[in-house]
Structure formats: C-alpha cells, structure tokens
C-alpha cells in the first residue's frame, strides 16, 4: 500500500503539469487556459456548457441560509416585491417565504467556510492568487435575482441548482436609475439570452451588461476577481511608505537674516524641504514588498482559529512529517522572488528556506516528506504559523 501511495506521488509529481491543466481544461470545455485568457479574458462572454458535468451544489439551501446568519459571513438580501428593489445586508436571521417569488439571497465568500467551496475556487488557478477573490453563491426563487447592471470585474457564474436566463449585453451606456438601493440599468440592451442548466457556466467580461433571472429555485456561484482602484492601492502605497521613509536630521537655517514680510514661507525654507523630502525614493523591491502586503492582508472580517491544544514544536515536526500541512482557506499566500508574504506579513527567504515555502504557497499544502530536508528556521516559523491558525496539519 505505502508503495502504491510513494508510486502515486511520484507519478504526480512527475506529471502535475498535466494532470493540472487537464483539470483547468474541464472548467472551460475543450479550450485550454492560454487560448481563454488570449481570445476571451477581459474581451467577451463565453458560456461553457457542462463546465463542470453532473454538477451538484456543494452545500444544501439550509446551510447557505446558516451561514448568513453568521456575522462574519457577508450576506445580502434582495427582493423586488411589486417591481420595488430593496437591499438588506446581512447577517440574515429572517428570509420570505419559500413560496414568495422574486428575492435573492447573496452569500460572499463562501470559500472561507467550506473545504469544497475553497477547491472549486482554487480550480480557477490558472488566474493567478494575487487576482482571485473569492466564491459567492446566491439562491433565488423563481423570477429572483439582482436586476440589470454591470460589474467592474470578471465573473464565472457557474449554474448549480435549477435554471437561470441570463440576458447579456455589450452595452456602452453604463448609466443607472438614480435612488435605487443597488445598481439597476437604465438602459438595458440584451444581445443575446442563455438559460444555463447545473454544470453550465458563464464567463463574463468586466462591464459586460447582464441580468440573471431564476426560472423555478436556483442557485448560481460566482467566482469573482479583485481589481483594486489605482487611487486604493496609491492611498495604500503611501501609507506603507509613512512607515518605511527614514528622514535623519531637523530643519535649520544658520544663515537666516532678518525677515522683511514674517508671515512669508521663504524661498530658502522651501528649497530646503523640498530638497529633503526628494530623498523619498522607491524601487520595485520596496513596490514588490507593499504589493504582497496588501495583497495578501485578510478581509477585515476573517478571523483564524488557532488549534485548542498546540502541539509542541517536536510534536508538531513529527506529525507534520507525517500527515502534511495545508494552509488554512482563509490564508493567502503570496510571494515575488526571495519575498514571502502571508495574511499581510512578509519576510525575506534564504535560498535554502524558499523550496518549501513556494511549494506551499503553490499548491497550499505540502507533503510530509517535502519537510524532512527543511531548515529549523522553516519548521520553527511553520509552528507558529501553525499556533496562529494559518496553517493546519494534513
Ligand atoms: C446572482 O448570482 O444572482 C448575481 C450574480 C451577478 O450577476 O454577478
Ligand atoms: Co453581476
């Protein structure tokens, strides 16, 4: 058995890339990632029908109704009762009526409560992690769902349970009905209409003009991107430059004469200033380090759960030698050359430490024996990330 299990891996490993990309193949019928990202990504819809065949949801209606009960759980409740929108956010205790027509309930980040909610996410991987956000999944009785509108970003809708018409459109006219709780089209062009069936998915461009209509009960997952304002990521940029700049010295003037207007900023002053605050420089690696930072900081509602009883760091090597280690759902990963970054903390790797941890930060986890030629420096950050909750024994 156990050499069975070595031959497995071996053979895994050997062909990872491509039983890799035989998996990302299924998720977009018989084209390949490289042929998607060139002729669709960011340029027009494709539906791939029976993405992923004999698709089943991967949690019941009571359970995504639990978890927006939850308050770390981001939930929205939409109905359009007698042709009026209106929005309720989470958490949600109290939902109409099963037998009540057209509302919606929105459940956001699923992924970070659910093992198969995090691996259908985690299919989507031929887009890098630094892009991916993460997997909502909504519930509509019939004639439910969230109006005309457009999103910034890219968006997979996968079909789970039931049927949905979707309506799409290329449209230029983005403008929206003013006064409304949630964006709502003015005008409205569909081009072309769909009615995805469990397994069925539609990719749609950032934009893209479309409305997602239940015909009976469904549920669609959506498997959203990040695409952070500029303005965002500057403001941000800044503020971990605030932290980094080293400025020596005070301001002087011992070759001040007597002032003439007091109340004037001299030009002297202000050369001065001027001079010192161009000493503010950056470079890639200090753009490298803020990106990974940022982009690997958790929601602010994500909370890790540390394990109730520690182990030991000892016990902690010998079971992780044995059964692996996997990052935890909520965990991001990230890293760009030597610079490892993880849930907003980053740190520098020696040559010998980066084997395992781009490993890790790869595939998410790591296999027993992959940890028996790592540093103690590895093992000893592994364990306290371990005691934080961020990484779980396999
Ligand atoms: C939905 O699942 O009802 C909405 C998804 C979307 O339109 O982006
Ligand atoms: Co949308």
Redesign the pocket.
């Known amino acids: 058995m156990a050499c069975e299990i070595r031959e497995l891996q071996e053979f895994q490993h050997k062909h990872g890339d491509i039983i890799e990309a035989m998996k990302k193949m299924t998720l977009l019928g018989d084209m390949t990632p490289a042929r998607f990202l060139r002729e669709y990504w960011h340029k027009k819809p494709l539906l791939v029908r029976q993405a992923i065949p004999g698709f089943k949801p991967l949690l019941k209606r009571d359970a995504l109704f639990d978890l927006a009960r939850q308050d770390d759980v981001e939930s929205r409740l ?1 109905t359009h009762f007698d042709r009026h929108w209106e929005l309720r956010h989470g958490p949600i205790d109290k939902t109409p009526a099963f037998s009540q027509k057209e509302w ?1 309930l ?1 459940v956001q980040g699923v992924n970070l409560h659910q093992d198969a909610a995090d691996r259908l996410l985690r299919q989507f991987n031929f887009i890098p992690d630094a892009r991916l956000d993460d997997l ?3 519930y ?1 009785t019939d004639g ?3 109006g005309p ?1 457009f ?1 910034s970003y890219d ?1 997979f ?1 996968l079909q789970a349970h039931g049927q ?1 018409r979707w309506r799409i459109g290329p449209q230029k006219d983005l403008s929206l009905v003013e006064g409304m709780p949630l964006k709502i089209l003015k005008n409205f062009k569909p081009e072309q209409e769909y009615v995805l069936e469990p397994g069925d998915m539609l990719y ?1 461009p950032p934009h893209y003009a ?3 209509v ?1 015909i009976g009960e469904c ?4 498997v ?1 991107f990040r695409t952070p304002h500029y303005q965002e990521l500057g403001e941000a940029f800044l503020q971990f430059m605030a932290e980094t700049i080293e400025l020596p010295g005070r301001y002087a003037d011992p070759e001040l004469t007597p002032a003439r207007a007091p109340a004037e900023i001299s030009t002297a002053m202000l050369q001065k200033v001027h001079h010192q605050l161009q000493q503010i420089t950056f470079d890639a690696a200090d753009v490298a380090i803020f990106l990974g930072e940022y982009l690997s900081e958790p929601k602010p509602s994500v909370f890790f759960k540390a394990p109730a009883r520690p182990l030991s760091l000892a016990r902690f090597i010998e079971a992780a030698g044995k059964r692996g280690i996997k990052l935890s759902r909520k965990t991001h990963m990230l890293y760009r050359g030597k610079h490892i970054f993880i849930n907003g903390e980053s740190f520098t790797a020696g040559r010998a430490e980066q084997k395992p941890l781009l490993l890790l930060a790869n595939q998410r986890q790591l296999a027993g024996d992959a940890l028996a030629t790592a540093s103690s420096d590895v093992l000893e950050t592994l364990h306290q990330w371990y005691g934080d909750g961020w990484i779980e024994l396999g």
């Open positions: 939409i919606t929105l909502m999944i909504s509509a439910g769902g969230v509108h999103d968006v809708l949905r749609l479309h409305d997602g239940a549920m669609t997952y959506s959203g």
